[in-house]
């Protein structure tokens, strides 16, 4: 008909495509750029919601290219999109890499509480448990409400790194708080349970919860009204 396809009918036929096959997705990927057009935020969004633990590791490494020579900057939400990718296909060296480049001045800014919890999970994953308590304590700081998988994923960080009693801390403190006692549930608890069961803490596992408090001083405050960062 004449008219030449734009980056927004490309990403179409690329979120098509990869709901049956990266392979088709990445020919369109070479289509667009020989069509003088360059992927962008959305495009990578797509190809990372694509990768799953069946992934070639290669194709992980090619959308982290793409999104390192982007003209235009990162969002959060494709902060967010990368960060689980690698974790899905385990690739904790893309991941580092990743989280480097937060903590350097091309650092995306974070406001929404999806995002923080996608770092906080990320950093546990990388074993960075100060990096997950620096993204908790920032989220704080901006006094941006958790949401339940936000402190889920606090709670699991900690758990994983050996540091079941200061999630079961975490969440007695939450559970005191008004503003976030609701958003505390059974599956964080399990996930402590978990956590002293591995360590052969059978005495925690059956403890009360008043028998276990945090004592001042231990660590910052984790209550959303705290001013500390």
């Given amino acids: 008909a004449g008219f030449e396809p734009n980056t927004v009918t490309f990403n179409e036929l690329i979120d098509a495509s990869a709901k049956t096959g990266t392979h088709h997705a990445w020919d369109l990927v070479q289509e667009m750029k020989a069509c003088g057009l360059k992927p962008n935020r959305v495009t990578c969004s797509i190809l990372l919601k694509s990768c799953q633990q069946n992934s070639r590791a290669a194709e992980v490494e090619r959308i982290m290219a793409i999104l390192g020579s982007m003209e235009e900057e990162m969002d959060e939400i494709l902060l967010s999109s990368a960060c689980e990718a690698c974790i899905r296909v385990g690739r904790e060296d893309l991941l580092r890499q990743l989280l480097a480049r937060q903590r350097s001045d091309r ?22 448990v100060r990096g997950a308590w620096d993204a908790w304590n920032s989220m704080l700081a901006q006094r941006v409400i958790p949401t ?5 994923c606090m709670v699991e960080a900690l758990v994983l790194n050996g540091e079941t009693q200061a999630g079961y801390e975490l969440l007695t403190e939450l559970r005191l708080d008004p503003e976030t006692r609701g958003l505390i549930n059974s599956v964080m608890y399990g996930s402590v349970l978990k956590g002293f069961s591995h360590l052969k803490r059978f005495d925690r596992v059956w403890a009360s919860p008043s028998a276990c408090t945090s004592r001042p001083g231990d660590r910052k405050s984790t209550r959303l009204n705290s001013s500390h960062p």
Avoid: K
């Fill in 148 to 152: 339940s998988i936000t402190i889920g």
């Fill in 107 to 128: 650092h995306v800014q974070v406001r929404g509480a999806h995002t923080f919890g996608s770092l906080i999970r990320a950093h546990g994953y990388i074993r960075d």
